[in-house]
Each structure stands twice: as C-alpha cells, then as structure tokens.
C-alpha cells in the first residue's frame, strides 16, 4: 500500500484532474496506477480499512507531529495583528506572544518587510505551540522594505533595482548586528533564550548569524532561504530546521543538509514558491494556506524537540 503522503497525494491528484502538482509532490508514479481494490471481497476491505486506521495514528511524515500546535484559522487576507510595534535598541519592531514567556523568537523578514502574511506568521509563532514564545520582527530597512512589484525581476529595471537594495541592505551587516541585538532584548523583555526564524534573505542572516563566533541563539530556522551556501552550514553549531520551496537550488539545499553536523530537519515544500510562508504567500489559495500551516507545525514542533533546556 502506498505511504500516507503518497495516498493523500494520489487522493487530490483523482479529485483534481489536470492538477500539476501532484505530479511535483509524489515520488512514486505508480501511486497513481494502483489497482482499485475489490470492495465487494470483505476480507481486502477489512485490510485496507485496517491500514488506514493504523496511518491515522502513526508520526506524520517528514519527523513532525501534527498534533505539536493549535494553530487558529488563517486569515487569508485583512488579518488583524495581535501584537503591537516597539522601539528596541533604536529600531521599530513587531512585538507579539505573552509577557510571561521564557523563551523567544527573533524573525528576520524577508526583503518586503512588514507583509500581514509575516505578521500572521509571528502571532502563530508565539502561541500556538505548547510552549509560548516572545516573537520580535526587529525592522532592519527602518521604515523602507524593497517594494514587492520588483519581484520577479525580470526586467533589467527591476534587476537593477534589486541590486542596489541588496547592495544598501547586506545581509552580513544584519548579522553582525544580531549579538548586540539580542543582549538589548534580553533587557527589555526579560526572556533569557532566543531562537532565530528567517525567510528568503532573512534565511542567509540566520545562516551567517549561527556559523558566526558570537551566534546568541540556541536554535535556528531557514524558510525558503535566498544564496544558500553550503560552506556556511559547516560552521553552524545549533540545531537548524531548512524549509526550501520549489525555487531554491536542489543540489545546494542537499549539499547544505550534508554539510550540517548539528541535529537539523531539511525539506522541501516542492509545489511551493519562494516565499510561501512571508510576504509573496497567496492565502486565497487553499493548497498555498494548507502549506503555510504546515511549514509552521514543522518549524514550531522542530523548535520543541531540539531547544537544548
């Protein structure tokens, strides 16, 4: 019988006729010319019933659990922030999750800044778990994010464009900055332990912050990373959860796990585009929010199981 994903595959492949990403998703192709079982022997019924019951209990795929979070229905769009915006260390942040935690969560956007689909992001982050988390988006572009009609570039207008916003907003920069950062928030929050989420070009911070001397975190999250650089990973020392999309080198993502030496969870979301879990995320689409939610279990339940105290 095919596993659990390649059965919830096939299933929305038969429902969906003509839908291409089931394709993408399953690696066996023969899920899909499996035999019809004979429903009218009793005796294959009752097995492939009783198969199905026992996937209903087992771990679901990929190591995480999906009963790790609660997380509350997305809004797909017009979503109301349950945080507020601070000043820490001169910067403006997003602020969210209760004044009571322990532990928390510094987000690194991605290019585009403050986007509803982060903000929801970091609410989810903060109290949908078992454990409560500080969630703090720090606004490292003050107040001037990249405009998201410069992506895609494929103009030579908005390539040009892009260059010199990267060139006016390195990523090494930020990540010099993240120790001293950190300090400050340990200050204003009195939360003592902090991990580090980043999307896109925040995922190249969190990998040049954590391979760094001074890395302040204890545990570490990639979602759809941008210039993932295997040499990198070899100098990270925390535990590091990488979701890639289906846009990101497949040969550097493999080369990147490879390279990691610290308990890690590498995946890719392979009918995904960069940005499924930030800014360019398309919540009216019922399979982009369906993995939205899924890249957040992931993250939330890889944090639970590897925060070292």
Request: aromatic letters at 10%.
């Amino acid at each position: 019988m095919p596993a659990p994903n390649q059965l919830r595959i096939a299933a929305t492949r038969l429902s969906r006729p003509g839908s291409s990403y089931a394709y993408r998703l399953t690696s066996n192709p023969q899920v899909f010319n499996t035999p019809r079982p004979n429903f009218q022997n009793r005796t294959t019924f009752l097995s492939v019933k009783q198969q199905i019951a026992k996937m209903s209990t087992m771990q679901a795929s990929h190591g995480h659990n999906e009963a790790c979070c609660n997380i509350p229905p997305v809004v797909s769009k017009g979503y109301s922030a349950k945080g507020t915006y601070e000043e820490i260390d001169g910067l403006k942040a997003y602020v969210t999750g209760p004044s009571n935690a322990t532990k928390g969560i510094v987000v690194i956007y991605d290019i585009f800044g403050y986007f509803e689909q982060t903000v929801q992001g970091a609410d989810i982050l903060a109290t949908s778990s078992h454990e409560k988390y500080k969630v703090v988006i720090p606004d490292w572009f003050k107040g001037e994010p990249c405009p998201i009609e410069w992506y895609p570039p494929n103009t030579e207008e908005k390539q040009k464009n892009l260059g010199a916003f990267f060139g006016k907003n390195p990523p090494p920069g930020v990540a010099g900055k993240l120790p001293e950062y950190v300090k400050a928030l340990e200050e204003k929050t009195g939360v003592k332990e902090w991990a580090i989420l980043g999307f896109c070009w925040g995922g190249k911070v969190v990998s040049l912050a954590t391979s760094g001397d001074s890395n302040p975190f204890v545990v570490a999250a990639e979602c759809h990373p941008a210039m993932v650089e295997p040499k990198e990973a070899e100098g990270i020392k925390i535990p590091l959860i990488l979701l890639a999309s289906k846009e990101e080198p497949e040969d550097k993502v493999k080369e990147f796990e490879t390279k990691l030496s610290v308990p890690k969870h590498v995946e890719t979301f392979k009918d995904q585009i960069h940005g499924w879990m930030a800014a360019r995320s398309d919540l009216n689409d019922a399979r982009v929010k369906e993995e939205y939610v899924r890249g957040y279990k992931t993250v939330l339940d890889f944090f639970a199981k590897n925060w070292s105290s």
